[in-house]
């Protein structure tokens, strides 16, 4: 479970359009994250109806209301950017419109905490469909999309799908 929070900031990393200096007015910080979806649509960087993600939490356009955040409670705000494929099995059709990750200071706080407090050292390589993905990915799987898992725990076995350190690698395959 901590390893897997862990894993959650790697994945974050992996936004390429990060937008932490978007919001600055206290008053219209929802309005701003609207914008900023709007904005992206517009820009074509996502398409109508994303996925909104608050805090590891799917959330609606219209849930945006009911949140009340402050600039200073705000860490960031991205267009996740992965393989498709990682997304749909994630978060989903609606996410071939794009997902929006929303991170709070709280949130991040929390994470922080609990990364500090690791003392799990578990070095494995998660492979879906080839690609590798984080422990926190691969928990968000659905069990009838899995067509295969295997295990690898030899090292000679382990190099011939890695040249880094790991002491093992689950290779996950999807049903096409």
């Known amino acids: 479970m901590k390893k897997g929070i862990l894993i959650v900031l790697g994945f974050l990393t992996l936004n390429t359009f990060s937008q932490s200096n978007l919001l600055s007015d206290k008053s219209a910080d929802k309005n701003r994250i609207k914008d900023f979806i709007q904005t992206s649509i517009k820009e074509q960087k996502i398409s109508e109806n994303p ?26 705000i991205s267009i996740v950017s992965k393989e498709q494929a990682i997304l749909d099995v994630l978060y989903g059709e609606q996410s071939k419109n794009g997902v929006i990750m929303i991170v709070t200071k709280q949130y991040q706080k929390t994470l922080d905490e609990l990364a500090s407090k690791e003392n799990d050292h578990e070095n494995v390589l998660y492979l879906l469909d080839g690609k590798k993905i984080t422990k926190k990915e691969l928990s968000k799987i659905e069990t009838n999309k899995i067509k ?15 040249a880094d350190s790991y002491d093992g690698v689950i290779v996950i395959d999807l049903k096409k």
């Open 148 to 162: 295969s898992v295997n295990v690898i725990k030899k090292p000679s076995e382990i190099a011939k799908y890695t």
């Open 51 to 76: 996925v909104i993600v608050l805090d590891e939490k799917v959330i609606s356009f219209n849930d945006l209301n009911t949140f009340s955040l402050s600039d200073e409670e705000i860490v960031s």
